[in-house]
């Protein structure tokens, strides 16, 4: 087997400090505009909109309806609202860890590898168990797919999500929390001056006042998600003292539909199929539609990421325009500055090179018979989901066990379990194979961070050493299925 020889992380250093500084004591906090990627399905496959939430990293749920302040260990939260969350109370909005919002699972750990609705289901019932079998006690909170509490369970795994983030004082959160908790939490939704981007610029501005504001011209009147995003972009910008950042979370790779860009109203005429109607109905409109897009709407959060991926970007920014007109100390800063960039990023150079290093590796496979055709595992996780029996641990990790020939494999599918001694070794190699191609064949947006992936490479590289140690094959017992049931032919 190809030796997978390109550098690996040991300690993913993104996570690491990520997780780090959540866990630390600090003398600031955190808020920031959460905008989820659009899902395409029903009303957002038109307007492509997207959900847009808050980050607080400094507020927690005391239940899913009151806040408090959390406690050192704990990473903050996510507040959203829906057009209808389902529960029995009806309220507007819910609160939830940020890492069940992100994973599913308070342990950034224990998330999903991959992700499918099978997986997403269990990880919502078990939320429901453990956080909010008071408030959701109705059949139609309890089994209902409607009831959108679901979306804040592992959001991750329906879409990519983008983080606008700057500091917060103590002062100011205490001031929310007193705020919100006077606040009756009833739902008074209206998708057109009470949406979820109204929810959050109320939010926002209650922090910052004026900081995010509705775009009249490019959402018709409305208040979309990207447009707050954008809005408090630019303030943030003008404020350097407020350590702008933005966080990148990509959508876990697996069987559900991938997440599309989010658009404002100007730029989904612009650029989707709505624009051949206007060509024939709209004549007229048209120009004001392309212009008032092009001047004024123009937004690209992953662009965005990029330039503000840096642990303390808007300080090393206000340093360089502090210098401006002084070569000497603008060039060493600027290059600094994109080396961190880049780590955080990764280079088109770097990325190139792991996607190289893995055909090697899968034509290594298929000339020894692991894995006979380069393109199945483009199948592996809808074989896997459908053959598999799923189960979440007290922790949240997950198990998937498939019964072959009248013996049962099991494999974790978490982080934290996937290379685990009860893991079946050949199934977790071919697993995080999979993963990694996916990633690897994403655009910029669909995939997750370069520090991130170096964490999946030396997971696949620590699979190969234990398949090697042990002299196996790498041919998962899903093979033997795929190989012996006619139900599930090679394509």
Not at 80 to 106: K, Q, T
Request: charged share 25%.
């Amino acid at each position: 087997m190809v030796k997978r020889t390109l550098a690996a992380i040991p300690l993913p250093l993104f996570l690491a400090v990520f997780l780090a500084c959540l866990a630390c004591p600090r003398t600031y906090g955190d808020v920031g505009v959460v905008l989820n990627e659009s899902m395409d399905t029903s009303l957002d496959r038109i307007t492509g909109t997207g959900h847009a939430a808050v980050y607080l990293s400094r507020i927690c749920p005391d239940t899913p309806l009151k806040l408090r302040v959390c406690r050192p260990d704990e990473p903050g939260s996510v507040i959203s609202n829906y057009i209808n969350i389902g529960e029995d109370e009806s309220p507007e909005w819910n609160i939830v860890p940020l890492n069940i919002y992100l994973y599913g699972a308070e342990d950034p750990q224990n998330r999903p590898i991959f992700g499918s609705y099978k997986i997403k289901r269990v990880l919502e019932d078990r939320y429901r168990v453990k956080y909010l079998a008071a408030y959701c006690q109705g059949p139609s909170c309890i089994n209902s797919d409607k009831a959108e509490w679901r979306e804040m369970v592992g959001a991750t795994l329906l879409r990519s999500v983008y983080i606008f983030v700057v500091d917060t004082t103590p002062e100011q959160d205490l001031r929310f929390i007193a705020e919100f908790n006077a606040l009756p939490n009833k739902n008074h939704f209206n998708g057109i001056t009470r949406n979820c981007a109204d929810f959050t610029q109320h939010i926002i501005n209650t922090y910052f006042p004026g900081a995010t504001h509705t775009d009249y011209l490019n959402d018709f009147g409305m208040t979309s998600p990207k447009a707050v995003a954008r809005t408090f972009t630019r303030y943030a910008e003008r404020h350097p003292e407020a350590h702008f950042r933005v966080l990148h979370f990509a959508q876990v790779p697996g069987t559900i539909k991938r997440s599309r860009e989010c658009r404002a109203g100007t730029e989904q005429l612009y650029r989707s199929k709505l624009i051949v109607p206007m060509l024939i109905f709209g004549n007229h409109e048209l120009p004001f539609v392309v212009a008032s897009y092009l001047l004024t709407g123009r937004f690209n959060p992953q662009h965005t990421f990029e330039q503000y991926a840096s642990v303390e970007p808007a300080l090393a920014n206000s340093k360089i325009r502090f210098a401006k007109g002084d070569h000497t100390r603008t060039a060493p800063l600027e290059t600094d500055e994109n080396e961190k960039r880049a780590s955080i990023v990764g280079t088109s150079k770097e990325w190139k090179e792991y996607r190289t290093a893995l055909h090697s590796i899968l034509e290594e496979n298929a000339r020894e018979q692991t894995i006979p055709h380069l393109n199945e595992l483009n199948h592996f996780f809808k074989h896997l989901d459908a053959e598999g029996t799923l189960t979440a641990d007290a922790n949240g990790a997950l198990w998937m066990d498939i019964p072959v020939g009248g013996e049962v494999f099991r494999v974790g599918l978490s982080a934290s379990n996937v290379l685990a001694s009860e893991s079946d070794a050949n199934l977790a190699d071919e697993l995080i194979l999979a993963r990694a191609q996916d990633e690897l064949k994403s655009p910029k947006h669909r995939r997750e961070t370069m520090t991130e992936f170096r964490q999946d490479w030396a997971v696949l590289q620590a699979a190969s050493a234990i398949l090697e140690a042990n002299a196996l094959q790498a041919a998962s017992p899903l093979r033997q299925i795929r190989q012996e049931n006619v139900k599930l032919p090679l394509r």
